[in-house]
Every structure is written in C-alpha cells, then in structure tokens.
C-alpha cells in the first residue's frame, strides 16, 4: 500500500471507530439543533436563492442533511463520505431521503455543476500527505472539485478549525503535524477521545484558508470565527490563535 492510500486508510479507520462520538443525536432537540445551524440559518437565505439540491462532503451521520431537507427544502440530497461505518450509522439513526456514497473530495462520485449548496465540514485538515506542503496541494485540490460541483448562483459552506503561532502563523500547525508524526512512529497513543493511533492532520491558518478560496476562484462572501480556550497542549506547541472558521463562498464563472 502506497503512502497515500495508507493515510486514507488511517483516516477511514479512524472515522469508522469514532462513529457514535461523531453522531449529534442531540441534535434532535430542535432548539440545540438550529442553534448548531446557526450560521447556516444567517447566511443561506441571504446568498442562496433556493437549495432544491445539496451535497455534503464528509457528510458523517447525516446531521447536515436532515437540516437541508427540514429547514431549507432540499430535496435533492446526496451525502458522500469516506468512511463506510459513518455512512451506514447515518441510515441507522437518522433515515434520510438521500443518496449517499462512499467516496472523497479528492474524487467526487458525482455529476459536475449540479448543485445549489456544498456544505463540507472539517475535512480539509484531513487531506495529508507526506509534508504539510504536499498536504495544502490537496486541500487546494479540494477546493477547486468543489467549486466544479456548484450552479451559477450556488454556494458552498465551508467550516474548518484553524491554528495560529506567535512566531509565524504557520509554525503550530506544522509543530502539531510533525508532533504526531512522531508519536505514531514511537507507537505513543495520546490520551484524547480524538486520538487514533496512526491518525495525521493537516490545519491551516485563516489567511491560508483565504488563499486557498481565493486561488481557486473563490469569494468569501460571509465568515464567523468562534475562537477556542487553549489547554497546556496548543500552549505547548506555541498556539497564539485557535478555532473554527465559517465561511460561506461564491465562485467566479
């Protein structure tokens, strides 16, 4: 197995073990849950003029889905995921009117220019490859077959986390992906509910997130930033700034 296709597996196996902590039955509380929607509640009757077909790349258990359809009348939905085990747990919990696949953003399994909404959470750090360098070539990668998946007058919704250095942006991220390279080379399992043994990531600073969108024809139209608290880890490796980003984004044509 080639290197890439050993972090794909990583990253399915992960996704596949983590199955029940990513579920947001929770959700099914209707105030918790447009609450979690609440950026998606702002923006998209502000810039889409009506989402009669969505995707959701890295769609999990469905959560985003069930919104589109509910909140906004979409229904013309299609979940694609890497993981098989989040695919089937979408259907168990949640039956959704929606067609959902196995497959990744690197390599949609879908028909182009088809949609009215792209929704893609936290998956752009996932994207790794052997350096961070060759890593950002994929997540631009990414971005560039999503923009191919939307309308004219479309929109996709990108939520992301990112992680800042007081030295120079980029240094905790790099700090953070070289960290676990090497805990996974020593066999070091770290003690988070997150953690998988063999698991790498990729994150970004908001100003390389805007690069990325931007090069790839992309505007940012909208953007939230919740800020996070930093533990003794993020400190550790000289965090100045962390969080998750919102964005919402038009495409030139």
């Known amino acids: 197995m080639d290197e890439a296709a050993l972090e794909q597996r990583q990253v399915i196996d992960?996704?596949?073990?983590?199955?029940?902590?990513?579920?947001?039955?929770?959700?099914?509380?209707?105030?918790?849950?447009l609450r979690f929607f609440s950026f998606e509640e702002d923006v998209i009757p502000k810039y889409v003029g009506g989402v009669g077909s969505c995707l959701d790349i890295g769609s999990g258990t469905g959560v985003f889905l069930k919104y589109a359809s509910m909140k906004h009348g979409a229904h013309n939905v299609v979940g694609i995921d890497v993981s098989e085990g989040m695919l089937a747990q979408s259907l168990l919990d949640k039956p959704l009117q929606a067609?959902?696949?196995?497959?990744?953003?690197?390599?949609?399994?879908?028909?182009?220019?088809?949609?009215?909404?792209?929704?893609?959470?936290?998956?752009?750090?996932?994207?790794?490859?052997?350096?961070?360098?060759?890593?950002?070539?994929?997540?631009?990668?990414?971005?560039?077959?999503?923009?191919?998946?939307?309308?004219?007058?479309?929109?996709?919704?990108?939520?992301?986390?990112?992680?800042?250095?007081?030295?120079?942006?980029?240094?905790?991220?790099?700090?953070?992906?070289?960290l676990l390279g090497l805990f996974n080379a020593l066999r070091i399992r770290l003690p988070h509910k997150e953690a998988h043994m063999g698991l790498k990531v990729a994150f970004y600073t908001r100003g390389e997130i805007r690069e990325m969108v931007e090069e790839a024809g992309g505007k940012i139209l909208e953007a939230r930033d919740v800020k996070w608290t930093k533990t003794l880890g993020e400190r550790a490796a000289l965090v100045k700034s962390m969080g998750k980003m919102y964005y919402i984004i038009a495409f030139d044509r």
């Not at 596949?16 to 918790?32: A, G, I, M, V």
């Open 99 to 178: 067609d959902l696949a196995q497959g990744s953003v690197l390599d949609l399994p879908v028909r182009e220019g088809r949609f009215d909404l792209v929704f893609m959470e936290e998956v752009l750090h996932h994207l790794v490859s052997r350096s961070r360098a060759d890593s950002k070539k994929l997540a631009k990668r990414a971005i560039s077959n999503i923009r191919r998946m939307i309308r004219p007058g479309g929109a996709f919704i990108l939520r992301e986390e990112y992680y800042e250095s007081w030295l120079a942006p980029t240094l905790s991220s790099t700090l953070i992906m070289l």
């Open 14 to 33: 992960y996704f596949n073990e983590t199955t029940s902590f990513y579920d947001r039955s929770q959700l099914d509380d209707e105030e918790k849950f």
